[in-house]
């Protein structure tokens, strides 16, 4: 199941990657040099498989993966949601802040699939899944040290002011500050990537909010 997911990761991030040189222009170099990173290192992953047994966790949002439809969605996309329902009760899922609200952990979670704490291991990059229960505000925050990129796979969702529609990718490139709120309606389900830049580990990696 981890090999069916890994293979699906590669589809997706080959697709994105393929997108952006098409429609090269100068603002999007970072974008590219992303998706190049992460395609190489899944690339690599396909080939020197490490799986590890990792403790599972859930959290109370991870309820609403049955709430979104494989229905009008790409087959792409599709298949890593299903992929992800079908993992869910086997992955650590985790809210990365010290101490977070109440609202915090009724309706949001995010899990590592790829990583230094993943089921498969990595210690070059992470990626993995945010989840947002409908109508949740995710506050604004930064990542030190750390490159990160949002594909939003089932709905509408509010960054940075701008509404956004499924299939949407973002880059937020180190300490840029960013917020997120997920439709009234809806739940939304992010892809996730992060690679570290400067020294450091990504293991164990603080989250911050403003």
Same mark, same amino acid.
């Given at each position: !199941?981890?090999?069916?997911?890994?293979?699906?990761?590669?589809?997706?991030?080959? #697709?994105?990657?393929?997108?952006?040189?098409?429609?090269?222009?100068?603002?999007?170099?970072?974008?590219?040099?992303?998706?190049?990173?992460?395609?190489?290192?899944?690339?690599?992953?396909?080939?020197?498989?490490?799986?590890?047994?990792?403790?599972?966790?859930? #959290?109370?949002?991870?309820? %609403? /993966?049955?709430?979104?439809?494989?229905?009008?969605?790409?087959?792409?996309?599709?298949?890593?949601?299903?992929?992800?329902?079908?993992?869910?009760?086997?992955? +650590?899922?985790?809210?990365? %802040?010290?101490?977070?609200?109440?609202? !915090?952990?009724?309706?949001?979670?995010?899990? @590592?699939?790829?990583?230094?704490?993943?089921?498969? %291991?990595?210690?070059? !990059?992470? $990626? &993995?899944?945010?989840?947002? =229960?409908?109508? +949740?505000?995710?506050?604004?925050? #930064?990542?030190?040290? $750390?490159?990160?990129?949002?594909?939003?796979?089932?709905?509408?969702?509010? %960054?940075?002011? =701008?509404?956004? @529609?499924?299939?949407? +990718?973002?880059?937020?490139?180190?300490?840029?500050?960013?917020?997120?709120?997920?439709?009234? @309606?809806?739940? =939304? /389900?992010? /892809?996730?990537?992060?690679?570290?830049?400067?020294? &450091?580990?990504?293991?164990?990696?603080?989250?911050?909010?403003?």
């Amino acid at each position: !199941m981890l090999k069916n997911i890994l293979d699906e990761l590669v589809l997706v991030y080959l #697709k994105e990657l393929s997108f952006v040189k098409s429609k090269l222009q100068k603002e999007n170099l970072n974008i590219l040099k992303h998706l190049e990173f992460v395609v190489k290192e899944l690339e690599k992953l396909k080939h020197q498989l490490e799986i590890i047994e990792i403790k599972s966790e859930t #959290k109370p949002v991870v309820s %609403y /993966l049955s709430q979104i439809s494989l229905e009008n969605k790409a087959d792409d996309y599709k298949k890593v949601i299903k992929n992800l329902k079908e993992l869910s009760g086997k992955l +650590f899922w985790r809210y990365g %802040y010290q101490e977070p609200s109440q609202e !915090m952990i009724g309706k949001y979670a995010y899990t @590592e699939v790829i990583g230094p704490e993943g089921p498969i %291991y990595s210690e070059e !990059m992470i $990626i &993995g899944f945010v989840l947002l =229960a409908p109508g +949740f505000y995710y506050p604004k925050h #930064k990542h030190s040290q $750390i490159e990160e990129s949002y594909l939003f796979l089932n709905a509408k969702t509010l %960054y940075n002011n =701008a509404i956004l @529609e499924k299939g949407s +990718f973002i880059l937020n490139e180190t300490g840029k500050i960013h917020e997120l709120r997920s439709a009234a @309606e809806n739940p =939304a /389900l992010i /892809l996730y990537s992060w690679r570290k830049q400067g020294g &450091g580990s990504l293991k164990n990696y603080q989250l911050n909010l403003e």
